[in-house]
């Protein structure tokens, strides 16, 4: 089961959250084969002295951790993050450039 953690600025609306997460969800799904049900995902909404991101960042700037069984290829993750991008660029209008994704495998049966 993929668990998602995406820390932001806060003040964003929850259309905004809940864009970010279909993205997220959506990337997982078609570009990582995970199954749709299997994952869950929290937004954690931080002040801007709780984020710490290089200064050519924007405050649209979010990181996202996403951790889940190991066996996928570098080839997928790279897929998933390029995936990912794209759609957060679409909706809600996010840059490439300020999203931050990390994968964090986790050996079957942890």
């Known amino acids: 089961m993929p668990l998602v953690h995406i820390d932001l600025l806060e003040g964003r609306p929850p259309d905004y959250h809940a864009a970010i997460l279909e993205a997220v969800r959506a990337a997982l799904v078609e570009s990582a084969n995970v199954v749709h049900e299997r994952i869950?995902?929290?937004i954690h909404e931080?002040?801007?002295?709780a984020?710490?991101?290089p200064p050519a960042?924007?405050?649209?700037?979010?990181?996202i951790?996403?951790?889940?069984?190991?066996?996928?290829s570098p080839e997928l993750k790279a897929a998933f993050f390029a995936d990912v991008r794209q759609r957060l660029a679409e909706d809600?209008?996010?840059?490439p450039e300020d999203v931050y994704v990390t994968i964090g495998d986790k050996p079957h049966g942890d």
């Not at 951790?65 to 996928?72: A, I, L, Q, S, Y």
């Open 40 to 42: 869950v995902q929290r």
């Open 46 to 49: 931080v002040g801007p002295e």
């Open 51 to 53: 984020l710490d991101v």
């Open 57 to 63: 960042k924007t405050e649209r700037a979010i990181v």
């Open 65 to 72: 951790e996403v951790t889940m069984m190991d066996g996928r």
């Open 92 to 95: 809600p209008g996010i840059a």
